[in-house]
């Protein structure tokens, strides 16, 4: 029944069916309704990562390895746990930025460079080109395979077939057709395919369940269940080690590896870029097929061990490839219709994968590097053609046809030295060098666009040299002693170890060298290099896109009819009158009748080409319709903004600090004071209080007291008393000044009676000191002074009685001088006693200030009668200070404005 | 906290964990050359933590904004 022509006829029935379903998606989406926009189909779309690779290459990786196989789906899983982090990011920045590839993506990230968007595209076709390769030998080596039947015959040299009778080619051409029809339609400003994405989930269900069906079968029909199978395998020793970890040192870093790369495959492949970011309709999708899509992973992970035990039971050593197992077990068993179901799901696995990656991969090119040559040739003047839609239709169709003539090439020549499994992941870790510029983009604002290049370029060297170089080694390219001695015998540069590194796998260690040098570029330079105002805005929209930003714009402006001509020349008139009059509408704008764009539009229009020619070239053509585009101050500041407020809040916040602990330091002063105050005012009252009691007691108790000590106890009672009276007043005195409750009693005064005044009431201390008192006055009638008069008899009495106090006994003499000019008057109190140390000079008027007496344990005065006496002083607008030498007397001076100061205090 | 922000916060500790769990030295434990219930212990454990991962994913992202603080 299995005949070439059956085998042909459901080939290309398949293929039929796939256009089918793609055009009738195309339909509904264009009258709008879409049969694609649910989870279940995007999730289903997201399973076009499992490829031939998965239907026949997992079977024949779990017979050389056993259980590694599952890394690569272990990967997406863990992955997915973390799509809401990452992935809706990347989605939400896309939608914004109206981004068509991941090329589009970093080049766009990073000051929509074009340079950082070619490297992308040239390391994503040089890394992909291998692995659509891989496909296209699936589909030729499975139909060689069934074809043969009921023979098994391993197909061994394609390069013997001739091309016109090789069936990969025909796929191939018909690959192409397929996704020029249905990937490029027409030229769209979001790059959705709905009929794609349709065929491509359909094509998800048959391989899953062709595999699952297979599965069954030969786990429940040809083997009593798991259980059985599992039994059987065990007793040939053998396949035991197919069920445990590889022994060797190393197997389980190589597997964390594995999963790493699998990790960022199912995110940064360009085709699972397409389907995960650029297809999506809407990013509530996401949460549910963050946990389908990895169901149907595990699904169709089931059955793969059960199949590579059996086919390693049923055939003998050797002599089927086990990356055929999948076919050739129905095929042994006579099992038609299985073998055919086998066939079709490893096709749809394969055509799958080739469309969506030359869409995705033929947009890159076309965007990032025919694009951006076109428009910057001097002659003849691209950027001023007329209509370019046809011509970048025309690019994209090109770039197909030329990826798959590229794949079926590399098929051809190279790719049958490759078992499956090595050449997808050589791909996987080409696109991880995609991960540091990516992730670091989304997350880290300081990456510059010259780090991301430098860790790609490098990160890329090493991959091409430990993976690419070598794979030219097995067809005869190149030496086999560059791979076992090193380039020029240095066993130090040997591909497989380089720098010595041993016991890696040949990937895992590709991995680890490209991956250090990649990610040490990006953050090295990116920390040595300032981003230029283009990358910083960009840094900042891609980084804080969930946080609600006012949109930075450029001050530009442009002739409504040049940007509308522009958008013509790439999307059509009828869909540039479309989407000018969506945003007018949507604005409430008549944009018709102005003539100057402002920058609002200018930006909507370059989104718009974004979405057609990437926003690389997107910014070059707009710039030329532009009329001006000059940063000013202003706009660099904003551009800064977000530092600039930083430093602002931190400086503020600094001043604050500082105002309070300038306050603090104020109160914690003040309680100081307070204090001292209240212990100094405490040991001044107890001193007379003490004396007067104890004397008290003397009277009380001593009766026959003769009259003459009697009055001499009481003489002291009464002096200690007044000292009491006069300490209290001071205290109250003082507490009022402070407070600024003290009344003031202001008149006219004569400086003159204040100082005959105070010195006929501190008479009768000088005499008991024997202290001589002499005033000096001019013979000239003084300038009365505004002041209080009792307050600055206050001041002399302090003074005096100071001056007497320390003066000589006997023979203590105190000048008092008065002097004036027409603005002030002064007073100077002169003594011969025992003068004042410089440093008690500095502090005497502080209040509480006692000079200690060397001859007496307890100090004289209360300490607040000069410092009582400033105060009086300044409030009258006036100052105090004492000269002195030690032994030489001193002389305390003070002086008083004439006229009245009016803010005193 | 969001009720997405909650929700990221989660699976990423959820992304470690799983992460942990399929890994070295955990993963070690199981590779053990005999079956449980027929089946090798190392597959069974790693199916195992597969269809926890992917439960509990579901439960975190089907999570509806049912909390009281969440209305707000």
Redesign the interface.
Known sequence: MLETATILFFSFGYMGFLFAIAYIGDRHAEMGRSIVGNPYIYALSLAVYCTAWTFYGSVGRAVRDGPGFLTIYIGPTLTAALGLLILRKIIRISKIHHITSIADFIGSRYGKSTILGGVVTVIAVLGIIPYIALQLKAISTSYLVIQGYPEIVMPRNFAKIPVLQDTAFYVSVLLAVFSILFGTRHLETTERHEGLVAAIAFESIVKLIAFLSIGIWITYSLYNGFGDLFEKARSEPEFRRLLVMENRSGAYIDWGIYIFLSMTAVIFLPRQFHVAVVENINEDHLKKAVWLFPLYLLAINIFVLPVALAGLLEFPRGVVDADTFVLTLPMAVHQEELALLAYIGGTSAATGMVIVETVALSTMICNELVMPVLLRLPFPKVSQWGDMSGLLLSIRRGGIAVILLLGYTYFRFIGEYYPLVSTGLVSFAAVAQFVPAILGGIFWKRGTRLGALWGMVAGFLVWAYTLFLPSLVQTGLLSSEFVTEGPWGIALLRPFQLFGLEGFNNVAHAVFWSMFVNLGGYVGVSLFTRPSPMEHTQAALFVDVFKPREEFTWRRTASVPDLKSLLERFLGEQRTRELLSQYASSRRLDWEESLTADDDLISYAEKLLSGAIGSASARVMVASVVKEESLGIEEVMNILDETRQVIIYSRELERTTAELKAANERLQELDRLKDEFISTVTHELRTPLTSVRSIAEILHDTEDLDPDQHRQFLGIIIKESERLTRLINQVLDFQKMESGRMEWQVQEVDIRDVVSEAVSRTDRLARDKRAAVRIHQPESPMPKIPGDFDRLIQVMLNLISNAVKFCDEDRGRIDITLSHDTEKVRVDVQDNGIGISPEDQERIFDKFHQIRNVNKTRPSGSGLGLSISRRIVEHHGGIIWVESEPGAGSTFSFELPTRKVSDAD | MTA?SR??AR??A??LL??ML????I??LF???R?V????P??LY??SV??F??????LI??IKENMPDDRR
């Open positions: 997405d929700k990221t699976l990423t959820l992304f799983g992460w399929f890994n070295y030295p993963l070690s590779s053990l050359n079956l219930f027929g089946i090798p190392l597959y790693i199916f597969w269809v991962m992917i439960l509990a994913v579901a992202t089907r």
